[in-house]
C-alpha cells in the first residue's frame, strides 16, 4: 500500500507501507524504515518513529536480556503495538480516514500541514501510541490468564523506558531540532515533565481500560469504552495544539528556528563528508 501523490511510483517521496509485523524484528526493521522515509522528506511524522524506534529497540534488548517473567507475551505485546500503529498509518495513507483512530488522524494532519513545534509532534504521538493504542495491544497480546504476570512485565517496561529516555530526546533532538541539542547542552535537559509525559500514569490507565474492555468482551459496553478510548485520546491530541501556535510572533519565531535547524542539518553533513 501506498501513498497517493502525483509524484513518479519510484520517487522517494511515495511512502511505503511495511509488510505486517509478525515478530520483534519485524516491527524495528519496519518503524525504521519508516523513519528513514520521514528524515528524507522531513515529514514531523517522524519525530514521534524516531522516539518509537528508539524504545523498540530497548524493549527489544531487555527481551533477549531475558529481563521480563515472560518474554513470549512482552514480545506479542510489541508486535501487536507496532501493528496498531502500523495500520492506522497505512490506512490513512490509503484515504480511508474511518479507519484512523482520532487521536492518529490529528497528528498525521498536524504533520502534513507543518503546523506545531518538534516538541508537539512528539507528544502527538506519544498520546496516541500510549492513550488510544496501549490497551488494545493488551487485549491482543492478552491479559486473561496469569494477569499477575502480565501486569508485571507491563510495568517492568516503564523502567526500560525510563533507561532509555535520555537517548531518546537525544536522537529527537540531533535528528529533527539540532539547536534543541545546542539548547540543552547550555541550560541542561528537555523539559522532563514534558517529555515524559506522565508515561507511567498514562500506561497504568492504559491498563485499567484493557482490563475493563476485557471483561466487557462481546457486551455493548465494550463498544462504548472503545469509543471512550479513541475519544479521550482525540482531546488530548486537541488540548496538545491549543498553545497559540499561530500567533504571528511565535509562527515568525518557528520559522527562523526551523531555518536555523536546517543551516545546522547542512553544517553537520558538510562536516561529515
Not at 226 to 236: F, I, N
Amino acid at each position: 500500500m501506498r501513498e497517493t501523490t502525483a509524484l513518479t511510483p519510484h520517487s522517494p517521496h511515495v511512502l511505503t507501507i511495511p509488510a505486517p509485523f509478525r515478530t520483534p524484528a519485524d516491527v524495528r526493521a519496519g518503524l525504521g524504515a519508516l523513519e528513514q522515509h520521514f528524515l528524507r522528506t522531513r515529514d514531523r511524522r517522524g519525530v514521534f518513529l524516531t522516539a518509537y524506534r528508539t524504545i523498540t529497540e530497548a524493549v527489544e534488548a531487555q527481551i533477549a536480556a531475558q529481563g521480563f517473567r515472560d518474554s513470549a507475551w512482552v514480545s506479542r505485546y510489541l508486535v501487536a503495538f507496532g501493528t496498531l500503529y502500523r495500520d492506522a498509518l497505512a490506512a490513512d495513507a490509503a484515504g480511508d480516514r474511518a479507519k484512523v483512530p482520532k487521536a492518529w488522524r490529528i497528528a498525521f494532519d498536524a504533520a502534513r500541514a507543518g503546523r506545531g513545534w518538534v516538541i508537539q509532534h512528539l507528544i502527538l504521538g506519544v498520546n496516541a501510541h500510549i492513550n488510544h493504542d496501549l490497551a488494545l495491544a493488551l487485549l491482543v497480546a492478552g491479559i486473561d490468564t496469569d494477569r499477575a504476570t502480565r501486569y508485571a512485565d507491563h510495568t517492568a517496561v516503564n523502567a526500560v523506558l525510563e533507561r532509555a529516555t535520555p537517548a531518546l530526546k537525544a536522537q529527537v533532538s540531533a535528528l529533527w531540532a539540532p539547536l534543541l541539542t545546542r539548547l540543552d547542552a547550555a541550560a541542561g535537559t528537555l523539559d522532563d515533565d514534558v517529555t515524559t509525559f506522565s508515561i507511567p500514569k498514562a500506561r497504568d490507565h492504559a491498563w485499567a481500560m484493557a482490563v475493563a474492555l476485557d471483561a466487557t468482551r462481546g457486551r455493548p459496553t465494550e463498544a462504548l469504552l472503545r469509543t471512550a478510548l479513541d475519544e479521550q485520546a482525540a482531546v488530548v491530541a486537541q488540548l496538545t495544539l491549543t498553545p497559540p501556535v499561530h500567533a504571528p510572533v511565535i509562527d515568525r519565531s518557528k520559522r527562523l528556528l526551523e531555518r536555523i535547524d536546517h543551516v545546522l542539518r547542512i553544517g553537520s553533513r558538510l562536516r561529515d563528508v
